[in-house]
Structures are given as C-alpha cells and as structure tokens.
C-alpha cells in the first residue's frame, strides 16, 4: 500500500469519530479549524459555517494560480436494519475486506469524508516539502447531501481560486464535467382520524407491515438501474391487501419510509388495524406478493423482504432516519377511509425514477424523480419528492407532474428553490490539462462524463465567474446504503494524478 494511501486512510478514521450528519456538522468544522491551528495555516469558517484552510504555496509556485481542493462535510447516515448505530453520536466503525473498506452495517461516510482526507494529507505532504504545488484552498461546505445549502451559502470573496478541483466523484478514472440541477417538493396531505376501539370493532390487532431488503442507493447515480421503492412497494401491497380482505377489515394507523432526499428508499412501513379473522387471508396475500415482487426484481433487488407482525396495541418504535427519537403508534385511532384512498392514491401516482434520457449523451439520465420519504405526523402525513434534470425547463416540468398529482389527492406542494444544473465545456483549458496529465501518468485516457447526479459545481459556478471546475475521485460503490465501500487501490491512483496535477502548474 502506498505510504499516503495509509496516511489518508488513518485521517479519514479520525474523521469517522466525529458525527456529521447533514446540517450538524459543527463538531467536524470545529475539529478541522483545530486542525489548521495545529498544523499553522490561516482557517476560517462563514455564517453557514462551511470552512477554508489556506495552505501557501511550496517554493518556486508562488506566481502560479491558487487551487481550491473542494469536498463537503456531510455525509448520508443509512444503516441495516439489525445496527443500533447512533448516528448523532457513535463513530463510524470501519471494515477492512481485502481492497476494500466498508462500515460496520452503516454507510462508511466515504461521500465525502475522503476528500477531506485527501485535501488535509495533501496540505501537510506540502509543509513537509514532500510534495510541490500552487497555493491552496481547501474548501469543505456544509449540507451538501441535503440540498447544497453549503454551497449555495458561499459569499463572494470568502475563496480566491479560479480553478476548482472537486473531489466529490466516486469512479476513478473518470472526470466529471457537468451535473444535472435539482429541486425538492414537500408535499403534506391533511389527516382526517377516526376513533377506533379494537375490541369493540370485533377482534381486530395492531400489525407492522413492512418492505425491507432493499439495495436503495444514490438517487442521482443509480436512479437509472431501477432499484425498488420500498414507498411505492409497500403503497402497492396495502392497495392490493385492502382489495383482498375488503377495506373495512383493514384499517390504516402509520405509514413511514424512506431517509433522505437523495437516497432511493430502502425500506418502509405501515401499521394496521386487521381483524385477526382475516390474518390468514393476509398472510397468503403478503406471500404471494412477495414472489410477485422478487420476480420483477430479481436482477435489482434480490433481498426483497415482506413482513406482516401483531404488535402490541401501544408499539414504540424508531424512526425511520435512524435517528434516536421515537415515536408512538396512536393505537386508539386510524386513518379515515377518505385518508387511507387520498394517500394510498398519492403514493402510487406520484412519479418515481427516469422521466427522459439525454437525447444528446448516450445513456445518460436527464430527467428523473426520487419519491424519497414519508411521514405520519398528527395532522398530516408529509412526503418528501426529489426531482433532477440537466434541462431546467424539464425539472420545472417533472415538478409541475408532483404538483398536480398532489393536489388531484387534496395534498398541498411546497418547492424548494433548488440548484443549477452544471454546463459541461469540453474544450476548457482545466480539463485538457486533466486528460494530458492523466494520460501522462498512467499511459491510459481518462473517461469524461457528465452526470445526473447533483454536484457543488453547479451551485459554485452560477456564484464565481470565470472559474474553470472539474469533479474526480476514487471509487466509491453503493453510495447513501450500508452497502458503501471504498476501494482501497484506487485512493492512491487519485494521490498520484493529483500530486502531477499540481506539479505542472509551475
């Protein structure tokens, strides 16, 4: 193993100690401002709190132009469904398995805690004189995962460069050169409750319906491989179960799934008032739809799970983020029938996936939805749309289908302001020097590409004029899942191109 590779790897350790879920990542901005203390270079942070180091250039560089080294802070807290992982709270565990590093049943925070590796061990390598560059900017943004609020929060002058390497891809090899915009929908259906004494209604029990198994993943990076919504599954299952049994004989209480915006949702679940008589009848229906649903998913979604359980009348359960709060299923009332067809009806019509590919880019994903989460509140439920495209008139179009699909079930939208989609220029000077250098290196071309995921690029671009980006990185797999891992190997091929990168600025 190269020797910075192992360095990397023990920086990107102490940064799995420190909790950084999206929009709390105090405690990593205050350890990386401590950090730059420690090692004399000038830090600082601004009102969204993201931070800068400036790291001077080493000797013979000081004419050349300033380099920002860019990553976010933040990273996608998913677990497997056995982890009693915190994630406010317990260090990232991590597993060494042959080339690759893993999390202990938990996303390992790769995306993008390796930057901040790669950046902090590239600054000192400098200050060592083991390495040459230009000055440096080491730029590490907040929430990026949750709307690029980091980014988007940058004020004019806070960095200097005018050429940006982002360290936020996850294909070695490759370098990205634009990246689709993005906007957020809120959508809330108001609840109508009903009171509900389940003896008194003829022997009905409380049950846990539930999708599990999922493979989930990255909205922007595998919405294209059409991975299974355990929303959507688990909306389909209780439409089908009520046609089964009858409605009256099933009466909805909860309905939870998903994580975050831009993880496909890797589980989900409901809880039901079922008269006991009729379990059987359930139990064969979850059954048979559990082959349908491996049958359609069995190159995707192989560890499909299908659960139906009696729980106690007063059931404390977790909630979905995997957060440490709880809540109470109200076991004394149940949605009424009018609720259980508006939101049944919403969460089988909202869209979810690809919408168009790039008419112009050979396979790559122009449009898409990710129907991301839902929650039952005491008034509402609340559903969380992601929508991505690289055509803004099309965004505004995918959107304007959420919308309306929100407002036929009696549910109110809300848009966020979202994000610019990135324009590739593939005759900019930054990235022929990319190609030549990496060519150079490894005596291979490197692949470019544009992406349909979103990147802080976008965000910076529309904000700095005149500023020359591109995005590379090692490779990450199943990115925003438990099933996250690194490979080890190619952490040193970016070292390697990154250090004759900055060399060749002299």
């Known amino acids: 193993m190269h020797p910075k590779t192992r360095q990397i790897l023990k920086t990107f350790e102490e940064i799995n100690k420190i909790p950084r879920r999206s929009k709390h990542e105090e405690k990593l901005a205050m350890w990386l401002l401590e950090w730059a203390g420690n090692h004399n270079f000038e830090a600082k942070t601004d009102a969204t709190n993201n931070v800068l180091i400036k790291v001077p250039s080493t000797p013979g560089y000081e004419n050349s132009p300033g380099i920002v080294l860019q990553g976010h802070m933040d990273m996608v807290c998913e677990k497997c469904k056995e982890s009693e992982h915190d994630f406010s709270k317990d260090p990232i565990r991590c597993v060494y398995e042959g080339d690759w590093l893993r999390g202990e049943g938990t996303s390992i925070g790769a995306d993008n805690g390796i930057a901040l590796a790669i950046g902090l061990v590239l600054a000192e390598a400098g200050r060592k004189g083991e390495i040459e560059h230009p000055p440096l900017e080491l730029l590490f943004t907040v929430d990026e995962e949750t709307g690029l609020t980091g980014a ?4 004019e002058g806070f960095f200097e460069g005018r050429i940006l390497l982002n360290l936020d891809s996850e294909d070695e090899g490759m370098f990205i050169v634009g990246c689709a915009g993005g906007q957020n929908s809120r959508v809330a259906l108001p609840v109508e409750w ?5 003896g008194k209604e003829g022997g009905f029990g409380l049950f846990r319906l539930s999708v599990e198994g999922l493979e989930g993943g990255h909205s922007g990076v595998e919405i294209h491989r059409q991975r299974a919504n355990g929303i959507q599954l688990l909306a389909r299952m209780l439409a ?6 009858s409605a009256e004989n099933l009466r909805l209480v909860f309905f939870s799934g998903g994580s975050v915006h831009n993880a496909i949702p890797n589980r989900a679940e409901a809880f039901i008032a079922l008269l006991r008589s009729k379990e059987g009848l359930a139990e064969d229906f979850v059954s048979g739809f559990l082959q349908t649903l491996r049958d359609e998913y069995a190159e995707s979604d192989p560890e499909i799970a299908l659960n139906l359980k009696e729980v106690e009348n007063r059931v404390i359960f977790e ?3 995997g957060k440490v709060a709880r809540k109470e299923v109200p076991s004394g009332k149940v949605f009424s029938a009018g609720t259980e067809e508006r939101l049944l009806g919403l969460l089988l019509g909202l869209p979810h996936g690809v919408h168009r590919l790039s008419d112009t880019i050979p396979g790559l994903v122009e449009t898409s939805n990710n129907l991301a989460t839902v929650r ?18 099309r965004l505004a179009e995918v959107t304007g289908k959420v919308e309306t699909v929100a407002k036929l079930a009696g549910a109110q939208a809300e848009h966020e302001c979202g994000y610019p989609a990135w324009e590739p220029d593939l005759q900019a000077g930054l990235l022929m020097k990319c190609r030549q250098v990496y060519a150079g290196t490894f005596g291979k071309e490197p692949e470019i590409r544009v ?5 802080e690029c976008g965000v910076i671009g529309s904000k700095c004029e005149c500023i020359e980006m591109i995005s590379f990185g090692p490779t990450i797999k199943d990115p925003h899942s438990p099933a996250e891992r690194i490979y080890i190997p190619s952490i040193e091929k ?13």
């Open 194 to 198: 009903e009171l509900f004494d389940y």
């Open 319 to 321: 909630t979905a983020e």
């Open 451 to 455: 992406v349909h995921a979103g990147l």
């Open 376 to 393: 039952t509140e005491e008034n509402e439920v609340r559903i969380l749309s992601s929508q991505r495209s690289s055509v803004m008139s």
């Open 152 to 155: 988007s929060g940058l004020e």
């Open 494 to 506: 970016v070292w390697v191109f990154l250090e004759n990168l900055l060399k060749s600025y002299r």
């Open 240 to 245: 089908g179960l009520r046609e089964k049994i």
